[in-house]
């Protein structure tokens, strides 16, 4: 049993941390799906249709941000993390919303298989500018999701979250960096001043 205690806590620790990995990436891309039915609801309220699919968007946030996690498990788009920050945030974003259409095709055809359909009419049927359109707008979405997360990946959990959280904590390590330089050029300073000096005395008369 106490050889188990340890792998008991590390599985609960990676099931805390993969848990509020997909909370964060859930609540981002819920917000901005919900916004989009909300634009969706308001331009067709003009027209006297209703429209609340406010259901199927936090639905479509919950399944993206698992696809996000199972791909980032496979290692996609690791290949290009030497690269700056911006093109691997532009690179994985693209990446994944091919992940997301690739999805999001075979859903379609699993469901209309469900209904009877044929491979073959199952794939004529998709609506692929419907498709299409949805995934541009998931790309734009994950730039500045994949470009939070490079960042939290080149600056540390730790440190990046406490930039986004804590009230003054660029300027306190700024602030202590600076400090110790100045320390180090002031100690300097001085030590060269003293060896001057016991240079001098130990010159001879």
Do not use: W
């Not at 990436?25 to 969706?40: E, K, P, R, S």
């Not at 609801?41 to 936090?58: C, K, P």
């Not at 790309?139 to 939290?152: D, H, K, S, V």
């Amino acid at each position: 049993m106490a050889t188990e205690n340890p792998k008991h806590a590390v599985l609960k620790q990676k099931a805390i941390h993969e848990g509020q990995e997909f909370a964060g990436i859930f609540l981002y891309l819920a917000f901005f799906f919900c916004a989009v039915v909300t634009n969706q609801r308001l331009l067709l309220n003009e027209y006297h249709i209703s429209y609340f699919n406010y259901g199927t968007a936090l639905i479509n946030a919950a399944v993206i941000a698992k696809v996000i996690l199972i791909g980032e498990y496979a290692r996609l788009g690791r290949r290009q993390e030497t690269k700056p920050l911006l093109l691997v945030a532009i690179y994985k974003a693209f990446l994944f919303s091919l992940l997301v259409f690739a999805f999001h095709i075979v859903e379609e055809v699993i469901k209309l298989l469900v209904h009877g359909e044929k491979i073959v009419a199952a794939l004529h049927h998709i609506r692929m500018d419907l498709l299409l359109s949805h995934c541009v707008v998931v790309f734009c979405t994950f730039i500045p999701l994949f470009a939070f997360r490079e960042l939290q990946r080149v600056l540390g959990e730790e440190n990046f979250r406490g930039l986004l959280f804590r009230t003054g904590a660029t300027t306190k390590s700024d602030l202590g960096g600076t400090a110790s330089l100045s320390s180090g050029a002031t100690s300097v300073a001085s030590v060269r001043p003293q060896t001057a000096d016991l240079a001098n005395t130990q010159k001879p008369k």
